[in-house]
């Protein structure tokens, strides 16, 4: 068996692992956008809260209801905060991802390349082998005629 066969499992096993790392890769960015689309909502809804309560207390409001207020703007700021940390833990899952990618990736680039060296090496030494073959038929040949 040529050498540049024995490799097909490994290039295939290789080329498996690195699909398996894109789509994990995509999930990722998937998952990363929908955390800053979290965040991004939390902080609209903060703001537009803050500017209803603005309105609300130029009005005049009682001490329950702006108690009751602050409390929520209180939720509110932590929900934002942990939204943060979700925001941040999503970022390092995708650079993690990336340089599983990265590192997959290089590995099949390089199984191929190895196997296309050994592909072209081997047909270079079969072409040679023929050509030594035919050469030595065509002299074999001559040799009869010669003789004869």
């Known amino acids: 068996m040529n050498s ?9 096993l290789a080329d498996n692992k690195e699909k398996v790392a894109a789509q994990n890769l995509g999930k990722s960015v998937e998952q990363r956008q ?9 902080i609209n809804y903060r703001s537009e809260y803050v500017d209803s309560m603005t309105l609300k207390t130029q ?23 942990q939204q943060h940390v979700e925001l941040e833990h999503s970022n390092v899952k995708l650079s993690q991802c990336q340089t599983k990618w ?6 099949a ?6 196997m296309k060296n050994l592909s072209n090496k081997e047909k ?18 001559f040799l009869r005629r010669k003789i004869h």
């Open 109 to 114: 680039s390089a199984i191929d390349k190895v």
């Open 102 to 107: 990265q590192s997959d990736n290089s590995r």
């Open 34 to 42: 929908l955390q800053k689309n979290r965040l991004e909502q939390l």
């Open 59 to 81: 009005q005049g409001v009682s001490g329950d209801k702006l108690h009751q207020y602050h409390q929520f703007l209180n939720k509110l700021d932590s929900a934002i905060d």
């Open 124 to 141: 270079k030494a079969s072409d040679k082998k023929e050509t030594a073959q035919v050469d030595e038929m065509s002299t074999q040949a």
């Open 4 to 12: 540049s066969r024995k490799l097909k499992p490994i290039k295939k």
